[in-house]
């Protein structure tokens, strides 16, 4: 490679022929040059900057190259953690929404068994209720029915009473035990 680049720039030196004269001579400048030029090229080649210049090349290349396999290996690592982050919040996400379904059916369940519950109690009030009522209501017949009684008796009294003469009294006293001894025996 350095061979090929030492030849095309002697022959870019060479068409400029800006000295006058014979090109092999110690007096033309373009052959001191050319001669200069390929001393140089000489010494460089004697000192093997070529292979050194390569073999710096190389090793860069290399440490390019093994930058990029870990680059490589670090993305893998990297696209595995994701993946794993990403099935994590997967399932975290499917565990927060089964823990929301479960509470929402626990939440349906204590309202249903609330609305269970209020209706018993409901029923269980009517039916106080109208246990009450019907106790009140017989209360309240009672009362009227002793309270009829009372003014009957009274009133029956009171008729007897003016009615009644002492014969009569000691008759109906005499029938009345005859009643009882008739009962008792």
């Given at each position: ?30 052959f ?5 030029f ?16 390569a073999g ?8 390019i ?9 670090l ?6 953690l994701l ?6 919040h ?46 009140a ?49």
């Amino acid at each position: 490679m350095m061979k090929k680049l030492a030849a095309v720039l002697a022959l870019t030196a060479s068409p400029a022929m800006a000295a006058s004269g014979p090109f092999f001579s110690l007096q033309n400048t373009n052959f001191i040059v050319s001669v200069a030029f390929l001393i140089f090229v000489g010494i460089l080649l004697y000192a093997k900057v070529p292979g050194r210049i390569a073999g710096l090349l190389d090793g860069r290349a290399a440490q390019i190259k093994a930058e990029l396999d870990e680059a490589r290996a670090l993305r893998e690592e990297a696209k595995a953690l994701l993946a794993s982050y990403e099935k994590k919040h997967k399932q975290v996400q499917e565990q927060a929404d089964q823990i929301v379904a479960a509470a929402k059916k626990e939440a349906k369940a204590a309202a249903d068994q609330a609305k269970a519950e209020l209706k018993s109690s409901i029923a269980r009030r009517l039916a106080a209720a109208e246990e009450q009522i019907d106790a009140a209501e017989k209360g309240a017949i009672r009362a009227v029915r002793e309270q009829a009684i009372s003014v009957a008796v009274s009133a029956a009294a009171e008729v007897l009473s003016k009615q009644m003469t002492a014969e009569g009294a000691a008759a109906s006293i005499d029938a009345a035990i005859a009643q009882v001894e008739a009962k008792l025996h």
